[in-house]
């Protein structure tokens, strides 16, 4: 007769599997992050040095800081997020 597994063992692979896939997401969220500043930097050095991105600064600064502050983050956590489940298989 085969032996079950005990529902200990199941509870414990359901932890692992979600402490994988969270640790995967939040890092890549905080990556996302960190190339999001990283992008914001670049921008906001352009501005300066170039007179013509000055220009665009005043009306481009809410989608790029809506690009590089969330959009960026969320990109990486989903990235992370599908690392996760390629490290499950």
Do not use: H
């Amino acid at each position: 007769m085969a032996r079950r597994a005990a529902p200990r063992a199941s509870v414990t692979r359901d932890r692992v599997r979600f402490t994988i896939l969270f640790g995967s997401t939040v890092s890549g969220l905080v990556l996302g992050v960190f190339v999001g500043l990283g992008a914001l930097a670049l921008l906001a050095a352009l501005a300066t040095f170039v007179p013509l991105a000055a220009r665009w600064a005043d009306r481009l600064r809410t989608p790029v800081l809506v690009a590089t502050l969330v959009l960026l983050p969320l990109a990486g956590a989903v990235l992370g997020w599908l690392e996760g489940r390629a490290k499950l298989r």
